[in-house]
C-alpha cells in the first residue's frame, strides 16, 4: 500500500472511530495496544464495549493521528 492511500485509511478509520462514538453516546474511546492488534472499545452508559480490532499498523496510524489531532505529544 502506498503512503497516499495508508494515509487516507487512516483518516477514514479515524474519522469513522469519532462518529460512531458519538452515535453511540460514548462517554470516552479507550485504545488498547497489544502484540499483534489494538482494540478500539467505547464506555457506553458505563460499560467498556469492545467496538473494533485493528491490525497493529493501522492502530498505531490511528493514535498518531489522534495525538496529532489533539495537539498531544509526538
Same mark, same amino acid.
Do not use: W
Given at each position: 500500500?502506498?503512503?497516499?492511500?495508508?494515509?487516507?485509511? %487512516?483518516?477514514?478509520? %479515524?474519522?469513522? $472511530?469519532?462518529?460512531?462514538?458519538y452515535?453511540?453516546?460514548?462517554?470516552? @474511546?479507550?485504545?488498547? !495496544?497489544?502484540?499483534?492488534?489494538?482494540?478500539?472499545?467505547?464506555? @457506553?452508559?458505563?460499560? $467498556?464495549? %469492545?467496538?473494533? @480490532?485493528? !491490525?497493529?499498523?493501522?492502530?498505531?496510524?490511528?493514535? $498518531?493521528?489522534?495525538?496529532?489531532?489533539?495537539?498531544?505529544?509526538?
Open positions: 500500500m502506498d503512503n497516499q492511500n495508508e494515509q487516507e485509511l %487512516t483518516e477514514q478509520k %479515524t474519522n469513522e $472511530l469519532m462518529a460512531n462514538a452515535r453511540q453516546r460514548a462517554s470516552s @474511546i479507550h485504545l488498547h !495496544p497489544e502484540a499483534e492488534e489494538g482494540q478500539l472499545r467505547y464506555r @457506553i452508559d458505563g460499560v $467498556l464495549k %469492545t467496538a473494533d @480490532i485493528y !491490525p497493529k499498523d493501522v492502530f498505531q496510524d490511528v493514535v $498518531l493521528r489522534l495525538k496529532a489531532m489533539g495537539n498531544l505529544c509526538l
